[in-house]
């Protein structure tokens, strides 16, 4: 008796075992931010896209491929030309993701490593279709205006594989070796050449304050000449007294200066 309940038990648990696995089978999970697309063996890639959650499917017959539909970043490195024949090496940040409702169009004709297989063709053509409208000094002084004619171009061309395009920035964007040397080249020039103007500058307005000195002291002596041939020489007279004067006041207070009036001397006593 005891046997066969036993047995029972172990068939309704290898029952339930089967079950389990077939219910298990049959459940999917959709993670959040993510989409389903269902390939059915018989009837191909199905139109719906399956949200988050969890999900029933046909075991064996059905099977779900999980796509990631936040935005992600990639890096795409491109060397080109500029509209002057210079080698650019730009780099170029990009934020995208697929548009769900298109996910099965994009499985069915990219397949589901379409960022490999899109990003990086047409990042690489649109690039080169921009920077070859601009020379190279003026991707640096336009670089913002090159920047939004590369994201609108480039979000234009994404749209038609069912990509949409967060953001797109220029991170990176250098020369040739040439061309930057040619550059400082350039700026070494215009900086002497800005310190050879300033000392033209200089000199030239120490030449005009010399002249306007010179033309000063030259009115100055024809004003003291007309003063004199006027008044005579009585002015020149007074000055030297006053100088005389002046001199004397200060000798006076020197210690070191004796003052001997005429016929008379004074005797010194020196140390034997």
């Given amino acids: 008796m005891a046997a066969k309940?036993?047995?029972?038990?172990?068939?309704?648990?290898?029952?339930?075992?089967?079950?389990?696995?077939?219910?298990?089978?049959?459940?999917?999970?959709?993670d959040a931010g993510h989409r389903a697309v269902i390939f059915d063996r018989f009837r191909g890639v199905q139109d719906i896209v399956v949200g988050e959650g969890t999900h029933f499917l046909i075991p064996w017959v059905?099977?779900?491929?999980?796509?990631?539909?936040?935005?992600?970043?990639?890096?795409?490195?491109?060397?080109t030309g500029s509209k002057d024949l210079q080698n650019v090496n730009i780099t170029l940040r990009i934020l995208f993701r697929p548009v769900a409702s298109q996910l099965p169009r994009i499985f069915t004709s990219i397949g589901e490593d379409y960022d490999e297989r899109v990003l990086p063709s047409i990042t690489t053509e649109i690039l080169k279709s921009v920077v070859a409208?601009?020379?190279?000094?003026?991707?640096?002084?336009?670089?913002?205006?090159?920047?939004?004619?590369?994201?609108?171009?480039?979000?234009?061309?994404?749209a038609t594989f069912g990509l949409i395009l967060d953001d797109?920035?220029?991170?990176h964007l250098t020369f040739g070796k040439e061309f930057t040397e040619a550059v400082e080249a350039k700026q070494v020039a215009q900086q002497e050449a800005e310190r050879a103007r300033f000392v033209v500058e200089k000199a030239e307005q120490q030449k005009k304050a010399a002249i306007i000195s010179a033309e000063g002291d030259s009115k100055a002596a024809e004003l003291i000449a007309?003063?004199?041939?006027?008044?005579?020489?009585?002015?020149?007279?007074l000055r030297k007294l006053e100088a005389a004067e002046d001199i004397a006041y200060q000798l006076s207070r020197s210690r070191n200066i004796?003052?001997?009036?005429?016929?008379?001397?004074?005797?010194?006593?020196?140390?034997?």
Avoid at 6 to 21: R, W
Avoid at 65 to 73: E, L, T
Avoid at 260 to 269: F, H, I, R, T, W
Wanted: proline share 5%; net charge neutral; aromatic share 6%.
């Fill in 133 to 158: 409208r601009f020379d190279a000094g003026e991707l640096i002084t336009q670089r913002e205006l090159v920047s939004r004619q590369v994201s609108d171009d480039l979000t234009e061309r994404a």
């Fill in 62 to 79: 059905q099977k779900p491929i999980i796509f990631d539909c936040r935005s992600r970043p990639r890096n795409v490195p491109v060397i």
């Fill in 258 to 272: 004796t003052y001997l009036p005429a016929g008379q001397s004074v005797l010194l006593q020196l140390p034997q």
């Fill in 226 to 237: 007309n003063s004199l041939a006027t008044a005579g020489d009585g002015l020149i007279k």
């Fill in 168 to 171: 797109v920035s220029l991170t």
């Fill in 5 to 30: 309940v036993f047995e029972s038990i172990g068939k309704f648990g290898l029952a339930l075992a089967v079950a389990g696995g077939v219910v298990n089978s049959a459940l999917y999970n959709v």
